[in-house]
């Protein structure tokens, strides 16, 4: 087997519209990669830091360069976010605690089991509608107080009624009613501010490295309050403050404001300014940082690159397994508790457990399968061409990087024969190389170079749907100039996807591709994968070229 490829410089910067056809691969460039697209320009600034008086710096690990021997940015490995089920566990025990104690007032008579397991079920389910087991800020149990009587007093009532349908001879009267229901109530808000209290006073002495996202003197500001106010549980370890092409000149006026604008709330600790990908990886890595928080600042619009940004921002920490919080802004309902020190404060939960993922994958094996074997002539008759017409080497293997960063090789037939490895790694386009034979450019613009890809999805190397994978080389000159561009890698890579059944194939632009890509994840459904299927098999009837 033989590698193939060309040998182009790393994209830069440079854009181009997407064709109107998709098909199995993206044309018109290394065969089986991306084209590079317009890159959005990022500043390359270096790491700026700023500094106070008055507050010792905050100590964190210093971001240091972490390349291997092929000027690789090393990759975080994938982190899960702390369960739900961790964080509600004590809860649900404080409520269940709180039922028995409300039956020890009832006599022996009506403390029927029935009575019991229907309490906490009840309660339970209630509770957990309610939202009074999701994850959020610092809680105080008497914010809870009213939500908790009335699930309180319906879990009771419910309980008496079938109590009585069932056990006639067990019926509680209005005072055992309203004895066991008060008793719940104080017993549930007393175990629940045990909890709520260990749990601030665990955040307290054990602060979570958190990164703050925004510019200017807000962000400053945000990072001083969380440094002077561990009840919160965070310690700011680095700003974020990506800086697109058309604000780099302006950079230091935003973020060094002047000695007037220096009071006591944006007094803050030394902290890194991280403007690129590649530092929020290593601040990521190096810091074990846990959260990010968002300054919410949209009051005055945004725009849609920096609305862009943002999104694969959070898209990129929730793979890193980082919380998620959005500070400030305008925001309406939730406890009164739920505040950072005066400022609006939400999480944003981080994308649910792929529950699907068994579906599409029987999905893929059911139709990879036939596939391959129906196309079986037809990859004999690609081999056969090849083998006489170009020579030796029917198949060429890449390395390429799947789901969560893990390579596999990825197959298909050769088209081109490139001069070097090095040429195969890091060439991206050979759309008009005159290397290329009649029969390479035959299998290029009919995509049949693709067919022995599908033997990759019945490996499980890929999926029939997902982002097209790409090469070690340009994932990562691609995650350090697009903040959704790592996020990809969140569902296995496929030989066709949502980006390419709207045209963008070939040398179209990666900020676009990505922007599909994660919105096809965070939207996944089974259906939309055969949609997708479909599209692509219709395209196939009219092939864009290469």
Same mark, same amino acid.
Not at 53 to 61: E, N, S
Not at 234 to 257: C, I, K, Q, W, Y
Not at 453 to 468: A, K
Not at 480 to 498: D, E, F, N, Q, S
């Given at each position: 087997?033989?590698?193939?490829?060309?040998?182009v410089?790393?994209?830069?910067?440079?854009?181009?519209?997407?064709?109107?056809?998709?098909?199995?691969?993206?044309?018109?460039?290394?065969?089986?990669?991306?084209?590079?697209g317009?890159?959005?320009g990022?500043?390359?600034?270096?790491?700026?830091?700023?500094?106070?008086?008055?507050?010792?710096?905050?100590?964190f690990?210093?971001?240091?360069?972490?390349?291997?021997a092929?000027?690789?940015?090393?990759?975080?490995s994938?982190?899960?976010?702390a369960?739900?089920?961790?964080?509600?566990?004590?809860?649900?025990?404080?409520?269940?605690?709180?039922?028995?104690?409300?039956?020890?007032?009832?006599?022996?008579?009506?403390?029927?089991?029935?009575?019991?397991?229907q309490?906490?079920?009840?309660?339970?389910?209630?509770?957990?509608?309610?939202?009074?087991?999701?994850?959020?800020?610092?809680?105080?149990?008497?914010?809870?107080?009213?939500?908790?009587?009335?699930?309180?007093?319906?879990?009771?009532?419910?309980a008496?009624?079938?109590l009585?349908?069932?056990?006639?001879?067990?019926?509680?009267?209005?005072?055992?009613?309203?004895?066991?229901?008060?008793?719940?109530?104080?017993?549930?808000?007393?175990?629940?501010?045990?909890?709520?209290?260990?749990?601030?006073?665990?955040?307290?002495?054990?602060?979570?490295?958190?990164?703050?996202?925004?510019?200017? /003197?807000? !962000? +400053? %500001?945000? =990072?001083?309050?969380?440094?002077?106010?561990? *009840?919160?549980g965070?310690? @700011?370890?680095?700003?974020?403050?990506?800086?697109?092409?058309?604000?780099?000149?302006?950079?230091?006026?935003?973020?060094?404001?002047?000695?007037?604008?220096?009071?006591?709330?944006?007094?803050?600790?030394?902290l890194?300014?991280?403007?690129?990908?590649?530092?929020?990886?290593?601040a990521?890595?190096?810091?074990?940082?846990?959260?990010?928080?968002?300054?919410?600042?949209?009051?005055?619009?945004t725009?849609?690159?920096?609305?862009?940004?943002?999104?694969?921002?959070?898209a990129?920490?929730?793979?890193?397994?980082?919380?998620?919080?959005f500070?400030?802004?305008?925001?309406?309902?939730?406890?009164?508790?739920?505040h950072?020190?005066g400022?609006?404060?939400?999480?944003?939960?981080? /994308?649910? !457990? +792929? %529950?699907? =993922?068994?579906?599409?994958?029987?999905?893929? *094996?059911?139709?990879?399968? @036939?596939?391959l074997?129906?196309?079986s002539?037809v990859?004999?008759a690609?081999?056969?061409?090849?083998?006489?017409?170009?020579?030796p080497?029917?198949?060429?293997?890449?390395?390429?990087?799947?789901?969560?960063?893990?390579?596999?090789?990825?197959?298909?037939?050769?088209?081109?024969?490139?001069?070097?490895?090095?040429?195969?790694?890091?060439?991206?386009n050979?759309?008009?190389?005159?290397?290329?034979?009649?029969?390479?450019?035959?299998?290029?613009r009919?995509?049949?170079?693709?067919?022995?890809?599908?033997?990759?999805?019945?490996?499980?190397?890929?999926?029939l749907?997902?982002?097209?994978?790409?090469?070690?080389?340009?994932?990562?000159?691609?995650?350090?100039?697009?903040?959704?561009?790592? !996020? +990809?890698?969140?569902?296995?890579?496929?030989?066709?996807?949502?980006?390419?059944?709207?045209?963008l194939?070939?040398?179209?632009?990666?900020?676009?591709?990505?922007?599909?890509?994660?919105?096809?994840?965070?939207?996944?459904?089974?259906?939309?994968d055969?949609c997708?299927?479909?599209?692509?098999?219709?395209?196939?009837?009219?092939?864009?070229?290469?």
């Amino acid at each position: 087997m033989t590698r193939e490829s060309t040998s182009v410089p790393a994209p830069s910067g440079r854009g181009s519209t997407g064709h109107p056809a998709a098909g199995v691969g993206q044309r018109g460039r290394e065969p089986g990669g991306h084209g590079p697209g317009a890159l959005a320009g990022t500043g390359g600034l270096g790491q700026a830091t700023f500094t106070a008086t008055g507050l010792p710096p905050l100590g964190f690990v210093p971001i240091a360069p972490q390349r291997d021997a092929t000027d690789r940015v090393a990759l975080p490995s994938r982190r899960r976010t702390a369960a739900p089920l961790r964080f509600a566990l004590p809860l649900v025990a404080a409520d269940w605690a709180a039922a028995l104690l409300g039956t020890v007032v009832l006599d022996s008579a009506q403390r029927h089991l029935v009575l019991i397991a229907q309490l906490m079920a009840c309660v339970g389910v209630l509770n957990a509608y309610a939202g009074l087991y999701r994850r959020s800020g610092p809680r105080i149990a008497l914010d809870e107080l009213p939500a908790l009587a009335a699930r309180v007093l319906v879990a009771w009532c419910a309980a008496a009624a079938m109590l009585a349908a069932l056990f006639p001879g067990h019926a509680l009267s209005l005072t055992a009613l309203v004895a066991g229901s008060t008793t719940q109530l104080l017993g549930t808000c007393c175990c629940r501010a045990l909890v709520h209290g260990y749990r601030r006073h665990t955040a307290r002495h054990r602060l979570s490295s958190a990164l703050v996202v925004g510019t200017g /003197p807000e !962000a +400053r %500001r945000l =990072a001083g309050l969380l440094a002077r106010h561990p *009840v919160y549980g965070l310690r @700011p370890v680095g700003v974020v403050a990506p800086v697109r092409g058309d604000r780099t000149g302006d950079r230091h006026g935003d973020e060094h404001p002047s000695e007037a604008e220096d009071d006591a709330d944006t007094l803050v600790p030394a902290l890194p300014v991280l403007s690129t990908i590649e530092e929020i990886h290593r601040a990521v890595i190096q810091n074990g940082v846990r959260h990010a928080v968002f300054l919410d600042d949209t009051r005055g619009g945004t725009t849609p690159g920096a609305e862009a940004d943002r999104t694969g921002l959070v898209a990129l920490f929730h793979e890193y397994g980082c919380g998620t919080w959005f500070v400030g802004g305008s925001g309406a309902g939730g406890a009164m508790s739920q505040h950072l020190w005066g400022f609006t404060c939400r999480r944003v939960p981080p /994308p649910t !457990a +792929r %529950r699907g =993922a068994f579906a599409k994958r029987l999905l893929d *094996v059911a139709v990879a399968g @036939p596939i391959l074997l129906a196309i079986s002539p037809v990859l004999l008759a690609c081999a056969l061409a090849v083998r006489f017409l170009d020579g030796p080497g029917v198949l060429f293997r890449q390395e390429r990087i799947g789901q969560h960063g893990r390579p596999f090789t990825l197959l298909k037939f050769r088209t081109l024969r490139p001069a070097d490895d090095h040429e195969a790694a890091t060439r991206w386009n050979v759309a008009n190389d005159r290397r290329m034979s009649m029969v390479g450019h035959l299998l290029r613009r009919t995509s049949m170079d693709e067919l022995p890809q599908i033997w990759n999805v019945l490996r499980g190397d890929m999926s029939l749907v997902g982002p097209r994978p790409e090469r070690p080389f340009f994932v990562a000159n691609f995650s350090k100039t697009h903040p959704g561009y790592a !996020a +990809r890698h969140r569902m296995p890579v496929g030989i066709t996807g949502l980006a390419q059944v709207h045209g963008l194939r070939g040398d179209t632009s990666i900020e676009d591709r990505s922007r599909f890509d994660n919105h096809y994840i965070d939207h996944w459904s089974l259906w939309q994968d055969v949609c997708i299927i479909i599209r692509t098999a219709l395209s196939l009837v009219r092939p864009a070229g290469s």
